[in-house]
């Protein structure tokens, strides 16, 4: 007879940040040096998908990653967040007899991204929070986004996000057991569900250098990220607070552009340093320069992750405009990834993590 088969899909969606989070001050507990605030974006158009099972006949705890089978025992990062769910679990089985003991069983892990991974469009975060999620209620545990948001930052610091939809920060904490470093959400997607994003994908291939070990280096060799740190980043998470308070989206921009060129200018600073803009991503820039300047205020606001695609905020009542003119650079300008949804318009959203 074949065994039984437990099983549990999630989805989860990307985020990217407005202000970066890049420096572990604790690589074991994955803490980091400063607080971070981003926007979750919309499962309906960037997604993981995935699907976690368990059943007597599995041999070893396996992931499959866009198709590509890896074993979870020589991930650190994937067996942390295994082990904590699995111990939740074997907790509830001692608490209650008659639940089955799927804590003993194997278990394999199918996900999938619907968009380019390990490309600096935040594979990770949507990535190890379906993980998290997807063996969480595989496991039946009773979690809050707070609870899942601390094991899923384990995996990778913004997957912490992730778990939660519209504006979030992640408090980076005080204590040396990281537990107050975790994601809070700042406003409710509802509070202004007029924000958009434009993903423009100049190129899908993965990351030379990636986000974990670039920011490790960062963090060993910038005197330039030393004074982000302690003088820059708390007041600008408490002034990007305020602009998405007041719907003030002129500092909401300025505060996003400034954030992620300083983030770039620390990859510089990084020694050997680390170039993750390309001249496609420094040309988005100044169209987006000249898009504010055409029209007389800050109506977008580009950002760029770990890698060389750009990521656009903007206003619902400016999408014509912008949009057009994004459009029109992909189509006519070279080093735009060759595809009808280059770029792909994208609401903010709700999460989604009942
Ligand atoms: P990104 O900018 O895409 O977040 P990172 O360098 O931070 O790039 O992380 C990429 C890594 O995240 C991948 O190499 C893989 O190990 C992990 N990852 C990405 N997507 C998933 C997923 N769906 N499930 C589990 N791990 C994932
Ligand atoms: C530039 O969360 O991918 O996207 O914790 O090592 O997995 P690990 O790093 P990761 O770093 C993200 C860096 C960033 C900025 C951000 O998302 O805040
Ligand atoms: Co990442």
């Not at 089978?69 to 904590?84: H, N």
């Not at 990084?270 to 055409?294: H, K, Q």
Request: aromatic share 8%; net charge neutral; with cysteine.
């Amino acid at each position: 007879m074949a065994e039984k088969v437990y099983q549990c899909t999630v989805s989860a969606p990307v985020n990217i940040a407005v202000i970066k989070y890049w420096g572990k001050r604790d690589v074991g507990l994955n803490l980091p040096t400063n607080s971070s605030l981003s926007v979750t974006l919309s499962q309906d158009d960037l997604r993981t998908v995935t699907t976690a099972s368990c059943s007597k006949s599995f041999e070893k705890d396996t992931l499959w990653l866009n198709g590509h089978v890896e074993d979870i025992s020589t991930s650190k990062r994937l067996s942390v967040c295994v082990e904590e769910l699995r111990s939740a679990r074997q907790g509830l089985e001692k608490e209650d007899d008659s639940l089955d003991k799927i804590s003993q069983l194997k278990l394999h892990v199918v996900s999938k991204n619907n968009f380019p991974t390990a490309a600096g469009l935040a594979s990770s975060a949507a990535g190890y929070a379906a993980f998290t999620e997807a063996v969480a209620r595989l496991y039946g545990l009773p979690w809050t986004p707070t609870q899942l948001s601390r094991i899923a930052r384990q995996g990778s610091g913004s997957a912490c996000r992730s778990l939660f939809g519209g504006y979030v920060a992640w408090e980076m904490g005080e204590l040396h057991s990281g537990a107050d470093s975790v994601a809070v959400q700042v406003e409710p997607v509802e509070h202004w569900p007029e924000m958009r994003v434009a993903i423009m994908v100049a190129s899908a291939a993965k990351k030379g250098v990636s986000s974990t070990s670039g920011m490790q280096s960062t963090v060993a060799s910038s005197t330039l990220f030393q004074k982000r740190v302690k003088n820059i980043v708390p007041e600008r998470m408490q002034a990007m607070k305020q602009a998405i308070r007041k719907h003030d989206f002129e500092t909401f921009a300025k505060l996003t552009m400034t954030d992620s060129n300083q983030f770039h200018a620390c990859c510089l600073d990084t020694f050997p340093p680390i170039f993750y803009l390309n001249d496609t991503s420094r040309a988005i820039i100044r169209v987006v320069e000249n898009i504010n300047a055409a029209a007389g205020k800050t109506v977008a606001a580009y950002t760029f992750d770990a890698g060389p695609n750009a990521v656009v905020y903007f206003l619902e009542e400016n999408s014509a405009y912008v949009l057009d003119t994004l459009y029109a650079v992909s189509r006519n300008a070279q080093g735009w990834e060759d595809s009808e949804r280059n770029p792909t318009s994208v609401k903010i959203d709700d999460v989604a993590s009942e």
